[in-house]
T-cell receptor
Framework: EPEVTQTPSHQVTQMGQEVILRCVPI?????FYWYRQILGQKVEFLVS????????KSEIFDDQFSVERPDGSNFTLKIRSTKLEDSAMYFC???????????FGPGTRLTVL | GNSVTQMEGPVTLSEEAFLTINCTYT??????LFWYVQYPGEGLQLLLK?????DKGSNKGFEATYRKETTSFHLEKGSVQVSDSAVYFC????????????FGKGTLLTVNP
């Protein structure tokens, strides 16, 4: 069964460093999403992406964040200069159509020291 | 804005016990409601959904009924199994919002043999 994959499963970085979280969505899906969950808090929407552009972003998704679909299979989330408060589990999701079920990856745990 | 409140965990039950995980929501209009489940080491998986008032979603013995009058979508299962041990997330989507999901905090369920 097709699934969304994410790498790495755990990333540890120093404050101020850039990180890139990678996702491979399901191959025929067209809509892509990033969510995050800070420990003990809710899963929060970050950004949605369609047709090679951001379709919606939350207040959390400031200029430090960017997304890209560099090669037609990967979907990446870049954090330019990480802060302590960026430590969280980051989930990627994809869907075939806008109203269809979103399929989630297993998440990347980001720890900023 | 939209929000989801679900019962704080963790919940620990014995096998074959009855499960209820409470979920209430705040949203304008008529959202669609979901329960997602996350098994250890895996991504969020859609467990069940309901798209309008009085709809009952069901899957794998789990049920939840969309109650508009109480703005609730409580998850129930008559007889839990050890394999049901997971984190359960209640979520909503408000149509016209790019289908971004608004999640609750998640409830960890542990079922002991």
């Amino acid at each position: 069964e097709p699934e969304v994959t994410q790498t790495p499963s755990h990333q540890v970085t120093q404050m101020g460093q850039e990180v890139i979280l990678r996702c491979v969505p399901i191959s025929n899906h067209l809509y892509f999403y990033w969510y995050r969950q800070i420990l003990g808090q809710k899963v929060e929407f970050l950004v949605s992406f369609y047709n090679n552009e951001i379709s919606e972003k939350s207040e959390i998704f400031d200029d430090q964040f960017s997304v890209e679909r560099p090669d037609g299979s990967n979907f990446t989330l870049k954090i330019r200069s990480t802060k302590l408060e960026d430590s969280a589990m980051y989930f990627c999701a994809s869907s075939e159509d806008i109203s269809n079920e979103q399929f989630f990856g297993p998440g990347t745990r980001l720890t900023v020291l | 804005g939209n929000s989801v409140t679900q019962m704080e965990g963790p919940v620990t039950l014995s096998e074959e016990a009855f499960l209820t995980i409470n979920c209430t929501y705040t949203a304008t209009g008529y959202p669609s409601l979901f329960w997602y489940v996350q098994y250890p080491g895996e991504g969020l998986q859609l467990l069940l959904k309901a798209t309008k008032a009085d709809d009952k979603g069901s899957n794998k013995g789990f049920e939840a009924t969309y109650r508009k009058e109480t703005t609730s979508f409580h998850l129930e299962k008559g007889s839990v199994q050890v394999s049901d041990s997971a984190v359960y997330f209640c979520a909503l989507v408000k149509g016209g919002s790019n289908y971004k999901l608004t999640f609750g905090k998640g409830t960890l369920l542990t079922v002991n043999p």
